[in-house]
């Protein structure tokens, strides 16, 4: 087996900020996964240098010294140490190696990522971040004339969008109508918001509805209501707590169905993906009707929308239905093709396969904040399944 002091950091540190910004070649993915496969120390090493809020912080601090004596310093200390006796400091050799090599790799990942964001290729990537950076790093608003604010960048200020004050608090985004009423309002503009992979997002629509969105996820609504109905889009998953008006019934268009309601709480999961909306009510009464049916269903229970059926009932549970909002994985007989379609959303993660184990099934109740790590380690716990993290792929292996 290949020992990873033999790679070199500068290199593995150019592959890193490459992975990071999408642009790795084959022949790069295979000379990283070597180096990734070469120690498990270095797939650990890897994860540190991928969670953007543990660098982020530290190449901003490298903006205020000199980043190059910084690595000349490391690796002059490197080289006394490696000549000094193993007995002395905290570590015994083998673990002072994997230490020393981190910190170089750390160094270097540093002052690539510097130069990398310095230099021409700049503009290339303030260029990528419309099309990826945006959309799977931050909370987007996209505006009614197609333009785009990051949250964030609202911190805790307004957005004035015609007769609509938009305001980012710490509950999210809030819709507030002022000056005209809804009722005269002439015409609609709408704003989506979209939430990447690995996030959620709360937002307060105009009528006081409150949408929790989970990741992978986008609400198109109207910045103001009119007097006839109240309709959003959903795509991906959102939890409602509709707020009532009467007369005024609220409508949530998801794939080929509409659910419709006056007052009342549920649940829509509506990814592509799955081919499949479920839609969960766990307060009130809702409608939920498709160009081939309509059905209605009481708290606890849950309607199934398939492409090629009929809608169809059946009993739900609801604690498991919103364990996503209150910070948990709640799996219950659940497949593990099932709850990993969840984790690489929750933590913007690719799957794959080998051997027969996509119909395993669990059992189990998880905090999402303990991090991907401690989830895979707890299901490999069970001993009928393990897996490998590369990069963002995860394999799923018997």
Same mark, same amino acid.
């Given at each position: 087996?290949?020992?990873?002091?033999?790679?070199?950091?500068?290199?593995?540190?150019? $592959?890193?900020?490459?992975?990071?910004?999408?642009? %790795?070649?084959?022949?790069?993915?295979?000379?990283?996964?070597?180096?990734?496969?070469?120690?498990?120390?270095?797939?650990? %090493?890897?994860? +540190?240098? $991928?969670? !953007?809020?543990?660098?982020?912080?530290?190449?901003?601090?490298?903006?205020?010294?000199?980043?190059?004596?910084?690595?000349?310093?490391?690796?002059?200390? %490197?080289?006394?140490?490696? +000549?000094?006796?193993?007995?002395?400091?905290?570590?015994?050799?083998?673990?002072?190696?994997?230490?020393?090599?981190?910190?170089? =790799?750390?160094?270097?990942?540093?002052?690539?990522? *510097?130069?990398?964001?310095?230099?021409?290729?700049?503009?290339?990537?303030?260029?990528?971040?419309?099309?990826?950076?945006?959309?799977?790093?931050?909370?987007?608003?996209?505006?009614?004339?197609?333009?785009?604010?990051?949250?964030?960048?609202?911190?805790?200020?307004? $957005?004035?969008?015609?007769?609509?004050?938009?305001?980012?608090?710490?509950?999210?985004?809030?819709?507030?109508?002022?000056?005209?009423?809804?009722?005269?309002?002439?015409?609609?503009?709408?704003?989506?918001?979209?939430?990447?992979?690995?996030?959620?997002?709360? =937002?307060?629509?105009?009528?006081?509805?409150?949408? &929790?969105?989970?990741?992978?996820?986008?609400?198109?609504?109207?910045?103001?209501?009119?007097?006839?109905? !109240? $309709?959003?889009?959903?795509? @991906?998953?959102?939890?409602?707590?509709?707020?009532?008006?009467?007369?005024?019934?609220?409508?949530?268009?998801? @794939?080929?169905?509409?659910?419709?309601?006056?007052?009342?709480?549920?649940?829509?999961?509506?990814?592509?993906?799955?081919?499949?909306?479920?839609?969960? %009510?766990?307060? @009130?009464?809702?409608?939920?009707?498709?160009?081939?049916?309509? =059905?209605?269903? +009481?708290?606890?229970?849950?309607?199934?929308?398939?492409?090629?059926? *009929?809608?169809?009932?059946?009993?739900?549970?609801?604690?498991?239905?919103?364990? &996503?909002?209150?910070?948990?994985?709640?799996?219950?007989?659940?497949? =593990?093709?099932?709850?990993?379609?969840?984790?690489?959303?929750?933590?913007?993660?690719?799957?794959?396969?080998?051997?027969?184990?996509?119909?395993?099934?669990?059992?189990?109740?998880?905090?999402?904040?303990?991090?991907?790590?401690?989830?895979? *380690?707890?299901?490999?716990?069970?001993?009928?399944?393990?897996? +490998?993290?590369?990069?963002?792929?995860?394999?799923?292996?018997?």
């Amino acid at each position: 087996m290949a020992q990873k002091n033999n790679f070199d950091p500068i290199a593995i540190s150019k $592959l890193v900020v490459k992975l990071i910004n999408g642009e %790795l070649t084959a022949s790069e993915q295979a000379s990283l996964d070597e180096w990734i496969s070469a120690d498990p120390a270095n797939s650990i %090493l890897l994860e +540190k240098l $991928l969670d !953007r809020n543990l660098w982020e912080n530290e190449v901003a601090q490298m903006n205020s010294f000199n980043t190059e004596k910084a690595l000349e310093e490391v690796l002059q200390r %490197l080289h006394t140490d490696g +000549k000094s006796d193993s007995r002395s400091g905290w570590f015994s050799r083998p673990l002072w190696k994997f230490v020393a090599a981190a910190a170089v =790799i750390l160094v270097v990942f540093a002052i690539v990522f *510097k130069r990398y964001d310095s230099k021409g290729t700049a503009e290339n990537l303030q260029v990528k971040s419309r099309d990826t950076t945006e959309q799977n790093d931050k909370v987007m608003l996209t505006l009614s004339d197609g333009s785009k604010v990051d949250i964030a960048s609202l911190a805790n200020g307004t $957005l004035k969008q015609g007769q609509a004050t938009v305001s980012n608090q710490d509950n999210g985004l809030t819709y507030k109508v002022d000056g005209v009423s809804q009722e005269n309002s002439s015409s609609t503009a709408f704003n989506t918001l979209t939430v990447p992979m690995g996030k959620q997002y709360q =937002i307060t629509l105009p009528d006081g509805t409150e949408v &929790w969105l989970n990741s992978k996820s986008s609400l198109t609504y109207p910045v103001a209501f009119n007097t006839s109905e !109240r $309709l959003v889009e959903l795509s @991906g998953e959102g939890y409602f707590e509709v707020a009532h008006v009467a007369k005024q019934p609220f409508k949530v268009k998801s @794939g080929n169905q509409v659910v419709k309601v006056l007052g009342t709480h549920f649940n829509i999961e509506a990814y592509p993906e799955d081919q499949r909306t479920v839609t969960t %009510l766990v307060e @009130g009464s809702v409608s939920v009707e498709n160009e081939n049916s309509s =059905i209605k269903i +009481k708290p606890g229970q849950r309607v199934i929308n398939l492409p090629t059926a *009929k809608l169809r009932s059946e009993p739900a549970s609801v604690t498991d239905v919103l364990a &996503w909002k209150n910070g948990l994985f709640s799996f219950n007989d659940d497949r =593990i093709e099932d709850i990993m379609r969840k984790v690489a959303r929750s933590y913007n993660m690719e799957v794959e396969y080998q051997g027969d184990v996509k119909d395993t099934r669990f059992w189990g109740v998880f905090p999402r904040d303990k991090g991907l790590s401690s989830l895979l *380690k707890n299901l490999e716990q069970t001993n009928t399944i393990h897996f +490998k993290v590369i990069g963002r792929r995860i394999i799923v292996m018997p």
